[in-house]
């Protein structure tokens, strides 16, 4: 038997423990061990009834997500779990499910085949395939809707959310909760049902009859507009509704069939790619894993404006008391009220309670001095962005904050160690470059000065797992990995305008794309006044004679800021919608005109390769010069920080499945229409596109070097 599963006896009750670290994934020899063991466990005359439980920290967190490339590429034969929950349905001893932390995908599909399942208050059951681009391959579209119903059944498969504890037991996915310890509370279980008829989940079909066909519709639309071009939820809300019509058997084969057309498309390599990546960029090739971190029990945070306010937010969602400063009492009040707003509209939503809320608010603590910065553990810095202030404010610090605080700025595009230079501990100086709105998105950039020391970066990279976020490491350099790599996506986007695509016809190719929204959009959202202040302040290192965008400061100079003044590249109603508009579509002209452009029609393939093939370009420079540590990293920061379709897996994947040659072909064809200044191929983009080789390969290899 694999040594992944083991089977015990305690008494009249066999249990089947399943010991396959980290998650208890059910990789090769796991699913043959729970077979063997089901069937060894009936055959004893002295068993009663079976318990299967997870050791660790869960019950099955799924297939074996590693898994699915080598099938796909032919390495393993696919995975056949039907095979082995039909035997545990068919065992003669009732089999009770005993579920601790997660039962998710194939593990929830385990569970199911099981005639019992019993749950600790804080496990979570779930069907997360869709986010992987799949669906439920082990008869989960099945299954799942004989016990929660097909409403549910049809939201759990096409969405992917988890459910708690205790609404899996109103759904009738569970049976029980059990209070206290779970073993001995599900042997308790298995031998108060031990000799009751034992019902099998495959023959229950009083929830099917239910099913409303609206269901299906609504579904179908929801998942049409928020899993944008994505077709694994249509084919699990499919598969769902194969139940209602089919038998067992035939609806099993109908999910199996779709199951596998999702497991061979991009979409699923892209998507499993990402969940790994996320994974990846926590492992940092020279910070060995057992770095000493700091305790990080306090924090400060400089400035509450739109930043500092939702870093504030961050820390008190992590338990962690956080002291806020501000200049002004007014500045602090507006900073406090907007807090209190976001947490009130989040306790209206139903998300935490109003005492949960109050805990929060209790945590943060606003004041217009430094008092009690000399305790703080960690300082923020998140004042207004300029040289001079950023500096005055970390020599300020450096004067009062304890020897082992760590001094963070959130700047976006200034220089850490000319920051540091403000300090007499460079070592303790690094970037938490958050993304607006703090509160809310996900990735958080890292940034590593030149004297920035490991204990910091391990610290850092920690406390970005406490507030919930996806660290990235990023080298210093203007704008880092996602800001800098922003710059000639957003460029090539003005240029388009420029040479004759509508405003429209750019920010709609690029949303169809996938991006959760076009470039302009995103410029005119963020504010064309930033973009213009920095321009203004970085004027000085333009290089002469290179083409520049030209119609965002006209419009700022016009006053149109974007969505803040309801006019920027587009027009805004009330609702702030997006509207075509005329005087922009004439400005554009005017300044074509002025600039000598001449003006033609642009197709689509024309924008989506201009604007990627730009973003992707400055990614392998910075790769190249080791600002990203890998590509991995760059899409990870794009994903999860400005909107790339993750079911593209980022840029560097995307550009993989183009095909680096063809990228690099692209490339060139532009640098000799546009110039080596502004298109100049990466010479790292040269190198694997000659070789025929792709930035996930070029990965590994630095990956297997650094281990
Ligand atoms: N297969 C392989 N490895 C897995 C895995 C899986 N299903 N789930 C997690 N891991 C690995 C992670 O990559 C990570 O490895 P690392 O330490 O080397 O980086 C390690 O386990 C720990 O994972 P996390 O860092 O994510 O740990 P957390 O405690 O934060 O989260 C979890 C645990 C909630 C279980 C989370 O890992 C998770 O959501 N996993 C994926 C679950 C999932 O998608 N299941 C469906 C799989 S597809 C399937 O089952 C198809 C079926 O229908 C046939
Ligand atoms: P903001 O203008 O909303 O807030 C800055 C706040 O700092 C103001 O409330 C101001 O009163 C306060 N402040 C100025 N000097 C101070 C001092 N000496 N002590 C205490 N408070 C002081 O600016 P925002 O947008 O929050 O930006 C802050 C920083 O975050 C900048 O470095 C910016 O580049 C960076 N950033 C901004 C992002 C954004 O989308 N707004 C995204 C990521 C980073």
Redesign the pocket.
Known sequence: MNDSVKLARREDIAVITIDNP??N?LSPGVPEGILASVKAASEDPAVKAVVLIGAG??FI??????EFGKMTAGERPR?A?YPMLLAIEDSAKPVVMAIHG?A????L?VAMAGHYRVIVPGAQVGQ??V??G?I???G?TQRLPRLAGVAKAVEMCAFGEPVAAQEALALGIVDRVIEGDLLNGAIAFAREIAGRPARKTRERDEKLGQADPAVFASARDTARKTRRGQPAPLAAIDAVEAATRLSFEEGCQEEARLFHECLFSIQSKALIYAF?GE?TVSKIPDIPKDTKAYDIRSAAVIGAGTMGGGITMNYANAGIPVRVKETSQDALDRGIATIRKNYAASVQKGRFSQAAMDERMALIRPQLNYDGFDQADIIVEAVFEGMALKKQVFAEIDAIAKSSCILASNTSTLDIDEIASATKRPQMVIGHHFFSPANVMRLLEVVRGKATSKEVIATSMALGKRLKKVAVLAGNCRGFIGNRMLAPYFREAQFLIEEGASVESVNRTLYDFGWAMGPLAVSDLAGLDVGWRIRKEFQHLEKPGVRVPLVADRLCEMGRFGQKTGRGFSRYDENRRPLPDPETAALIDEVAREAGIHRRPIAPEEIVDRCLFALINEGAWLLGEGIALRAVDIDVVYVNGYGFPAWRGGPMFYADTVGLDKVLARVEEFEARHGSDLWSPAPLLQQLARAGQTFAGYDKRGIEASA
């Open positions: 980290p998650v994934a920290s869960t967190a799924g297939a074996d997500i590693r995975i779990l997660q998710f995908g194939g593990g599909e997360p395939e986010k992987l799949l439920p391959g082990a989960g790994f994974r």
